[in-house]
């Protein structure tokens, strides 16, 4: 199993310009989540996804957008990059959304927005 | 709301030596805990977690009390090794009323072990 994988691993963008981070799990999990991690804070939930075809808002989803098609893909998409969007990116998955329960994360995505 | 502070880094230590990281948590009813690790270059793993009050985790040498009479639950490991050098997160796991348990996390301590 490779887990939770994530491209690309660094990328740097010019304001205004778009992107989609790539998230793919091969665990057949239901749950999928993406976290920014800014330096020296913990991480903060951006969306969610509880199984295909359903999203929804984290703690800070605004210039963001995701969608879920399938089980395995949880593609974020930033529209009109912002230097506040500089920030390291985690998408995780769980089996369960329920307490006790382990998420997996990927290696994360490193964007500038310069 | 739902919040975990965690002592701030960095925290230095000699190879063997005993290590103490603080969390404490604030959280309506009855949160899961959990303690992370993220190793360089890499994303978070799991490292222990409990999911009730006196609850203890451990894994590879590394052990955390859930307390529930003090909102705690502190990272300890009695003999520390280079290769525990890595950034370490508290989380907690509460859910909302007829919502999925969402991870809420401290702001992370970074750990570096010399020889």
């Known amino acids: 199993n490779a887990g939770v994988t994530q491209t690309p691993k660094f990328r740097i963008l010019k304001i205004g310009q778009s992107m989609t981070l790539q998230c793919t799990q091969d665990m057949n999990h239901n749950y999928m989540y993406w976290y920014r991690q800014d330096p020296g804070m913990g991480l903060k939930l951006i969306y969610y996804?509880?199984?295909?075809?359903?999203?929804d808002k984290g703690e800070v989803p605004n210039g963001y957008n995701v969608s879920r098609s399938t089980t395995e893909d949880f593609p974020l998409r930033l529209e009109l990059a912002a230097p506040s969007q500089t920030s390291v990116y985690f998408c995780?998955?769980?089996?369960?959304?329920?307490?006790?329960?382990?998420?997996?994360f990927g290696p994360g995505t490193r964007l500038t927005v310069l | 709301g739902n919040s975990v502070t965690q002592m701030e880094g960095p925290v230095t230590l000699s190879e063997e030596a005993f290590l103490t990281i603080n969390c404490t948590y604030t959280a309506t009813g009855y949160p899961s805990l959990f303690w992370y690790v993220q190793y360089p270059g890499e994303g978070l793993q799991l490292l222990l977690k409990a999911t009730k009050a006196d609850d203890k985790g451990s894994n590879k040498g590394f052990e955390a009390t859930y307390r529930k009479e003090t909102t705690s639950f502190h990272l300890e490991k009695g003999s520390v090794q280079v290769s525990d050098s890595a950034v370490y997160f508290c989380?907690?796991?509460?859910?909302?009323?007829?919502?999925?348990?969402?991870?809420?996390f401290g702001a992370g301590t970074r750990l570096a072990v010399h020889p």
């Open positions: 996804s509880v199984g295909a075809g359903i999203t």
């Open positions: 995780a998955s769980s089996s369960r959304g329920v307490g006790g329960n382990e998420q997996f």
């Open positions: 989380a907690l796991s509460a859910s909302p009323s007829g919502g999925y348990n969402k991870l809420i």
